[in-house]
């Protein structure tokens, strides 16, 4: 273990960009939700957020965090639209599309169908009214359960709790066990600053877990 003395950071007395660049450094790779919500006036958004997990699976529980913007404290459009219509459509992001998904991070104006904006093709959903994005080999189709705002301050997370309904997944990316295959999907994860890692090829290693 090094002897090198550790550095110790407290919430209350760094700034909120150095604390979150701190948190975002370790807490990595995260999964990517391409999140696909709608307002009340029926205008699709797409947006990725990589504060977003899975948190059980009866019932089939996901959870991505539209925080506030830490720079003015405005809330995005995707947290104001899933209080419209409580519903999402979270797409699985691959290596294929990951320079469509960061330019979906844009700060478009409200009402712009980042789908047009950067060439992803919208599916219809079957049992919500958010789109699928057709490129996604994996598309959950998930109404919102719950909103929790953990503050009101800027890069203040809200939760969003959503309950899947109904799962597509392109067969390609599937074994012969009719299971995900890893090496198929190519997924891309988040990491600290700039940083993306490819879940693919020798990054990926099996561990078999304790009797």
Known sequence: MS?????????TE???PKFHHL???AIAPRPIALASTIDNEGRPNLSPFSFFNAFGANP?????????RGVDNTTKHTYENVKEVPEVVINAVTYEMIQKVSDSSADFPKGVNEFEMVGFKMEPSDLVRPFRVKESPVQFECKVLQIIETGMGNAAGNLVICEILRIHVNPEVMDEYGRIDQQRIDLVGRMGGEYYVRAQG???FELAKPQ
């Open 3 to 11: 002897s090198t003395p550790y550095l110790h950071f407290d919430p």
């Open 60 to 68: 089939p529980i996901i959870v991505f965090s539209p925080s506030r």
């Open 202 to 204: 020798p990054s990926l």
């Open 23 to 25: 948190m975002l450094g």
């Open 14 to 16: 760094t700034s909120i």
